[in-house]
């Protein structure tokens, strides 16, 4: 029982967090000394923002569906947009037809992202541009991003971006071509805000609505083997 509550307390009051966000930590840090020596009570307004930059960086454990060629949420967020399209160009898949699948982070969400599907990634592609606001359409070419092109361990091609949003400042991506990943792994995150957008391949439908709450490495998005018809509905 005492087990139990120690790991149930870690959690929530104190996670484990990204390698990338000790330095931010830090930084915030000391600002909060320097307000401190400026004047005391300014050091509340730092030591609000060390414990939000804290929590924005944690890294939880996930417990991923041992379900075979399912496809989970690579993002913690809201779905924000389904549309049929057609591939990204810059993976030479813009002749193909797809179900994109999109889901915006809020600043206040797990920002760590999960490979969506276990497989080898085939391209990786970096494109640099703007920082519009990550629930605009456009911004799926306009902005800043990382696209991934994978084939799954079925043989099933799929894609998924990190896009960078109105906040976020810098993408990072630990997955290179021709490394090999399983659902719920790992692989990169997003600092301060974004998107991700998933890509199905024709006649997978998505098993999830507009307005659900996404949880990476967790919520099943779409099963590959599936020929069941796209989820209806749009939550509120």
Known sequence: MIKTFEISWRRYVLPKI?????????????????LALLWKPLSVVGIVLTVWCYFFFRDPERV???????VVSPADGIVQMIAKVNGPEELG??????????VFMSVFNVHVNRAPAEGKITKAVYVP????NATLDKASKDN?????GMKTKNGKEIAFVQIAGLVARR???????????KAGERFGLIRFGSRLDVYLPEGIEPQVCLGQTMVAGETILANLESTAPQVKGNLK
Do not use: M, N
């Open 18 to 34: 990204h390698s990338e966000g000790w330095k931010f930590v830090c930084a915030f840090a000391l600002i909060t000394v320097a």
């Open 64 to 70: 991923v569906p041992d379900i075979k060629d399912v």
């Open 93 to 102: 898949l813009e002749k193909q037809k797809f179900t994109r699948v999109s």
């Open 129 to 132: 541009g703007k920082f519009l």
């Open 144 to 148: 800043e991003r990382q696209l991934l």
């Open 171 to 181: 993408i990072l991506c630990e997955a290179t071509e021709a490394q090999e990943y």
